[in-house]
């Protein structure tokens, strides 16, 4: 009688467990969907920067749309004892609504100064500053991951996105 008990105890939690794995399989389904109605690209840029004593001008301005290439964001070199940021110009442009999350790394990334979320739609501006009292030369990357969205789901799910 104890194993009859003990087999219904397992049979009833391999079937709970079922149920659950289940219940979650059907609730990612629509974030499945929302993500697969996103278009996304990743452009990467390599920016550099010499820290030097001698004071150099460094401003310029660097063009990117939604399909963007290249991989400027040289800084050039600037004066160690300088007060103000360095800073370049990304120009965005997209006839939808966008959403761009911004990451780097390599030893250029605590110094550069960026909003890691943007949320657009038509044309917008995005600064990334340098600024540093150290002298030395900074190189990394930072990458920018473009969504765009296929459809109207794409779009809610990209406006939900903008919020975390």
């Known amino acids: ?3 009859e008990k003990e087999l219904d105890l397992d049979r009833n939690k ?3 467990a079922g149920l659950v794995g289940l219940t979650a399989l059907v609730g990612l389904v629509p974030f499945v969907i929302a993500e697969t109605s996103v278009e ?10 010499n820290v030097t004593s001698d ?3 460094s401003s310029e301005n660097v063009s990117l749309g939604v399909a963007p290439g290249g991989n400027g964001l040289n800084f ?3 004066p160690i004892r300088s007060t103000k940021q360095a800073r370049k110009t990304v120009e965005l442009n997209s006839d939808q609504k966008a959403l761009i999350k911004i990451s780097s790394s390599g030893n250029v990334s605590e110094f550069l100064v960026y909003n890691d979320t943007v949320y657009f739609e038509g ?3 995005l600064e ?12 990394g990357e930072l990458k ?3 969504m765009t969205p296929r459809n109207r789901i794409g779009k809610k799910w990209i406006e939900l996105r903008s919020y975390f």
């Open 55 to 57: 004071p150099v001008n």
């Open 40 to 49: 996304t690209q990743t452009v990467e840029f390599n920016p550099r920067a």
């Open 14 to 16: 391999k079937i709970i």
């Open 1 to 3: 009688m104890d194993i």
């Open 128 to 139: 990334i500053g340098f600024t540093t009292l150290e002298r030395g030369y900074y190189e």
């Open 123 to 125: 044309a917008e501006q």
């Open 144 to 146: 920018m991951k473009i």
């Open 76 to 78: 050039g070199e600037l």
